[in-house]
């Protein structure tokens, strides 16, 4: 019996020697992206650390994500180089079948929304009303969706990005939507999913948490529709008066 496990153990040890073997094999000729699931992927781009959305806000409450606490500098080579198709308030660009417009922005400490369907970032300080009570401010976007294609759209408004750029033309931080007019509970994972039947248009207001710290020099507010899809992204301008 002792016999076999011996046998049984060499066999396994030898399985995983080959395994091993055939992966750095792999690896070393290059068949094999550096990034993969054997390393678990380390060296993949990560999301900007600001981020901070449904569903996702659970897990970002969980992991402790801070709130603007800068870029990595492949986000800001990305973004400096805009490469998709920029656009201004009022001025219509289409990704994949629907239009997206800006129509306005505004800068507050509080908000209209319920408690249940607002996400408060780490470093954010708010009472049961909304209305922030330290050095953060809502920055929300009323947004239109057409559906200008003639089948139905399932469109995400968490896959929207902002990025705040100073008077020097620095880019000083950025994030993911926090708080969505929506009606349902942002608990759910459905709540920024929406269906836009053919011809169909509306409008919703999406929030962004921003500091004082930016605002104060803030130049630039650019709302990116699908950021890492280039060159089909859209930017969507903003300009401070």
Excluded at 40 to 63: E, H, I, K, R
Excluded at 105 to 116: D, H, N, R, V, Y
Excluded at 220 to 241: C, H, K, R, S, W
Aim: net charge negative.
């Amino acid at each position: 019996m002792k016999q076999k496990y011996i046998v049984g153990a060499v066999g396994v040890l030898l399985a995983g020697m080959a395994v091993f073997s055939a992966y750095w094999m792999l690896r070393s000729s290059e068949l094999l992206p550096e990034n993969n699931l054997w390393n678990g992927g380390s060296q993949l781009p990560q999301p900007p650390s600001g981020t901070l959305s449904a569903p996702a806000g659970d897990l970002a409450a969980q992991y402790n994500i801070p709130n603007f606490d800068g870029l990595m500098q492949s986000e800001r080579d990305l973004f400096s180089q805009k490469p998709g198709k920029t656009v201004h308030p009022h001025e219509a660009a289409e990704y994949r079948g629907v239009l997206y417009t800006v129509n306005d922005f505004s800068i507050s400490k509080q908000t209209s929304l319920a408690s249940a369907q607002r996400r408060v970032a780490s470093g954010v300080e708010a009472d049961e009303a909304g209305t922030i009570r330290n050095a953060y401010n809502y920055f929300t976007v009323s947004l239109t969706l057409e559906n200008i294609s003639d089948t139905t759209q399932e469109v995400y408004l968490n896959s929207q990005w902002i990025y705040f750029t100073d008077t020097e033309n620095n880019l000083q931080g950025g994030g993911g939507e926090v708080i969505g007019y929506d009606g349902k509970e942002a608990r759910t994972k459905d709540f920024y999913q929406q269906f836009l039947e053919p011809g169909e248009k509306r409008t919703f207001q999406v929030s962004y948490y921003v500091s004082d710290e930016i605002l104060k020099d803030l130049k630039l507010a650019t709302l990116v529709v699908q950021p890492g899809d280039y060159p089909n992204a859209i930017f969507l301008d903003m300009l401070m008066e």
